[in-house]
């Protein structure tokens, strides 16, 4: 039995965009070199870019959901999925935002993010119906074309 629709990992990562453009914005008043600042700033709009295509594909999908006790209930363990198990929850983010003193290790911090969610995506693809398997990909390949641009910008803040 599958547990989650392709349309449920879709509203999962709509979360975990919305949670990664807080640790952008905070990483972006952390920087003290304006161009770290305007990077920041630049990734944060780029989750608020895919946030806003995750929803454009959510928006498209069958959003069925299995019995519920409440209207909401399924949709509300979602949330709370999210919020307290993967990528930028707020116990991960208080315990290691108190350690991202500087913008490389803001950068450090957001690339581990972006793998963590990548490796999400490519796990939780096998509790979907094959036939949605590609919009798991498109999820993936939005997130690897963060990591890169992550990875690029660090080389230049470590040089």
């Known amino acids: 039995m599958q547990v989650f629709q392709a349309s449920d990992i879709v509203e999962i990562a709509v979360r975990i965009e919305e949670n990664g453009v807080n640790f952008y914005r905070f990483a972006e008043q952390l920087a003290k070199q304006e161009e770290a600042k305007k990077l920041f700033a630049s990734l944060a709009e780029d989750e608020v870019a895919h946030k806003r295509t995750f929803e454009g594909i959510f928006a498209k999908m069958d959003k069925s959901t ?4 409440y209207q909401g209930e399924y949709a509300a363990y979602l ?11 707020k116990e991960v983010m208080d315990k290691e935002l108190a350690k ?3 913008t490389l290790a803001a950068f450090d911090f957001a690339i581990k993010r972006e793998l963590d969610s990548i490796l999400y995506y490519h796990e939780i693809k096998r509790l979907v119906p094959a036939a949605q398997h590609g919009t798991i990909e ?6 690897r074309k963060h ?3 992550l990875t690029d910008m660090k080389k230049r803040f470590s040089s």
């Open 66 to 69: 299995p019995p519920e006790s």
């Open 138 to 143: 498109q999820i993936i390949e939005e997130e």
């Open 79 to 89: 949330r709370a999925y999210v919020d307290n198990n993967i990528i930028f929850t």
């Open 147 to 149: 990591f890169s641009a």
């Open 100 to 102: 991202v003193k500087d």
